[in-house]
């Protein structure tokens, strides 16, 4: 960890730099990156050549990106093949390497830094591994969405996140929002004009974000009710299909078996509004600012909630998102249900 560059930070315009963005984790955490991404590269479209270190989980997630130069797999999981991952990151010869880790130190990611060789290693102070950092920022004391703490990495690059649009934003092909449309339109021909598009996820990636499936069930009958002319689709991971096949049965949703990542981020561009536990397509509604209904454990909201857009946070007073009475979700979605009601009339 030499120091020689410690506390320097170079002219980002006066040469090209090779950059890599370290988010190995969650797809959600690499959705609501992508504002940060963004900036970065706009900023110094001919100097910085912006790689990703990404997870093969949250890989998918920018494939259309193209202000990026390379997105980099990476499976945390498999610790044979970190040597292999070290030594290809030290031959890139990145210039710097950004440490998405904001909020909570990580010892993965502190390797991956150390490993590349980067001259420049850039992260946020006060979050355990300011040793290892040659350019620490300053983290934004009254930062409360993630996104805001993470705005505090380019601030290493000479610019001033509150000046900046950081919302999440990601970019589909054609075919992706055509296959999107389709699914919306079920056997139908067209959808009836007035009919809303609701969509529901079941899906949680923790089990203390899992909603019971007849709360479910009860807040999908209570939407078709509030809207009778309303297009309700269902969504959930793989695993829970059989949960799906049941809830949609009951209620009268229409079940979707999405084909992966980019399938699902189709389908939610192409929605009305969505209802959905906290996991990452909440994040998609940011993205592509959809309004959206979203259970969150306590405490959670503030830092994971829908950022910037139209979206309603019910949040449990314990730290399970099943102890989130299915009555207070029902009242949250109609009321959203109203407001586009009212928006499309």
């Known amino acids: 960890m030499g120091r020689s560059a410690r506390g320097m930070r170079p002219d980002w315009r006066d040469r090209t730099y090779r950059v890599l963005f370290l988010r190995h984790d969650r797809i959600g955490d690499m959705i609501l990156s992508t504002g940060i991404l963004r900036a970065i590269a706009q900023a110094y479209p001919h100097t910085i050549q912006l790689d990703v270190l ?11 990106e193209r202000y990026l130069h390379e997105v980099i797999h990476f499976d945390r999981k498999a610790a044979a093949s970190f040597p292999g991952t070290f030594a290809a990151l030290r031959r890139r010869r990145y210039d ?3 440490d998405c880790m904001v909020t909570a130190p990580s010892l993965t990611t502190l390797l991956l830094m150390l490993a590349s060789g980067a001259r ?12 290892a950092y040659t350019l620490p920022v300053p983290p934004r004391e009254t930062a409360r969405h993630i996104v805001d703490h993470l705005g505090a990495l380019v601030t290493a690059f000479g610019l001033e996140p509150s000046s900046l649009d950081l919302r999440p934003r990601l970019q589909l092909s054609t075919a992706e929002r055509e296959r999107g449309e389709r699914v919306w339109m079920g056997e139908t021909e067209h959808r009836p004009p007035t009919g809303l598009r609701l969509l ?3 899906s949680a990636g923790r089990g203390h974000h899992a909603w019971p499936d007849t709360s479910f069930t009860q807040v999908i009958r209570a939407a078709r009710q509030h809207a009778p002319g309303a297009e309700i689709v269902l969504v959930s991971s793989p695993g829970d299909r059989a949960r799906a096949a049941v809830i949609a ?3 009268g949703a229409r079940l979707v078996e999405d084909e992966g990542i980019r399938d699902a981020m189709a389908i939610v561009a192409q929605s009305d509004l969505v209802f959905t536990p906290d996991t990452s397509i909440s994040h998609m509604c940011s993205a592509f600012e959809k309004p959206a209904v979203v259970l ?7 830092i994971w909630g829908p950022y910037q857009t139209d979206g309603t946070v ?10 989130i009475p299915a009555d207070e979700a029902s009242r949250a979605l109609t009321q959203l249900l109203a407001k586009a009601q009212s928006s499309r009339a």
């Open 54 to 64: 990404a997870s093969t989980t949250n890989a998918p997630v920018l494939r259309n």
């Open 96 to 98: 710097a390497v950004i």
């Open 120 to 131: 420049y290693r850039i992260g946020v102070a006060k979050r355990g591994n300011d040793i």
């Open 200 to 202: 529901v996820n079941i």
């Open 249 to 251: 049965a009951e209620s």
């Open 296 to 302: 969150h454990p306590r405490g959670n909201a503030a």
């Open 314 to 323: 019910v949040e449990s007073v314990t730290d399970n998102v099943a102890d």
